[in-house]
């Protein structure tokens, strides 16, 4: 499967020092006419729970079809929707527009799955944040438990003592809070015990790493040491960018709760992940759990 969708996830333009002003203002200026003009769009990455194999949840992935430079990747583009702040309407679109699908496979008789979406630093500095994703929430008639909210490790620790407050009120309404991309960053893992979340996404960085051929014992160590203080502080671990079934193998021997990556699925339209839904996909030649 890893392979038939393999083209739809070329990144056209990465961050690139060489790249000419002239393209980065041109993305710039344009992105609120692709946001106005239909260009942005959602794919859907599904997260794997590994003892029952199922899909438990999806991540919202924005995408920018552009009419001239053709796909862009979020790298990319994001950062430059945080500089222009155009990135707070953008993520409530990309909020509202994940809710209403998540709301379309439910309709269609599909098994419940939790919707997560990607939230910027930018967009935690918004004093409404709170209400302004609750409302969307609301509004989109999905219940609280099938929203969940990643923010980087990075953003959080931005700024500690208000989001700590945002994640709190969150929660209290029922969304779930998730750290993503965990352990990449260079942040003490102090603040872990004082954060209301209920998710640690740990960083590709880590599963890369469970597949080298060098130093495996110590990788998977350091990843298992991670996976056991998540679940001593009662979190969740999410793995990211699983590629290979030796990576999944060590996941599940260290009993990590759940995986995304292109062994799976890479992010898809959203037919193609209902369709997956509808045969509850299960993952081939699935190892043993230790
Ligand atoms: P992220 O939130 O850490 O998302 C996971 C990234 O890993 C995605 O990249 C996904 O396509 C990629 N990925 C998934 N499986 C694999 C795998 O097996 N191997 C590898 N090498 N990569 C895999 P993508 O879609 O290019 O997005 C990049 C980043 O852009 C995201 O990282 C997130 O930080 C940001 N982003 C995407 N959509 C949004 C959005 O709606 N709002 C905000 N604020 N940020 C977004
Ligand atoms: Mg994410
Ligand atoms: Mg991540
Ligand atoms: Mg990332």
């Not at 209400?131 to 909210?149: F, K, M, N, Y």
Request: with cysteine.
């Amino acid at each position: 499967l890893a392979r038939r969708w393999g083209e739809n996830s070329v990144r056209v333009y990465s961050a690139d020092a060489s790249e000419p002003q002239s393209e980065r203002l041109a993305l710039k200026t344009g992105m609120r006419e692709a946001l106005r003009e239909g260009q942005l769009f959602i794919e859907y990455q599904p997260q794997v729970e590994l003892a029952s194999r199922r899909i438990v949840g999806v991540e919202a992935l924005l995408r920018w079809q552009h009419p001239v430079y053709g796909r862009i990747a979020p790298d990319r583009f994001i950062p430059l929707a945080e500089e222009t702040g155009l990135i707070v309407q953008i993520g409530e679109w990309v909020l509202r527009t994940a809710c209403a699908q998540n709301r379309a496979w439910r309709e269609a008789g599909l098994p419940e799955v939790r919707t997560a979406v990607n939230l910027s630093a930018r967009q935690l500095k918004d004093p409404d944040i709170v209400a302004r994703v609750l409302q969307i929430v609301a509004d989109s008639g999905v219940p609280t438990r099938c929203v969940e909210i990643e923010i980087t490790e990075g953003t959080l620790i931005e700024d500690l003592a208000v989001n700590r407050v945002l994640m709190n009120e969150l929660r209290q309404a029922g969304v779930l809070v998730s750290i993503d991309d965990f352990g990449a960053g260079y942040s003490s893992l102090n603040y872990l015990s004082e954060l209301p979340v209920d998710i640690l996404k740990m960083d590709g960085m880590f599963v890369r790493r469970l597949g080298a051929a060098s130093g495996r014992a110590r990788s998977f160590a350091l990843a298992e040491s991670i996976v056991d203080m998540a679940h001593r502080l009662q979190l969740k671990v999410i793995a990211e960018a699983v590629e290979t079934g030796e990576q999944l193998a060590d996941l599940c021997a260290m009993r990590c709760d759940a995986a995304q990556g292109y062994l799976f699925a890479r992010p898809l339209p959203p037919d193609q992940l209902g369709a997956l839904l509808a045969r509850q996909y299960a993952v081939p030649a699935a190892p043993a759990l230790a």
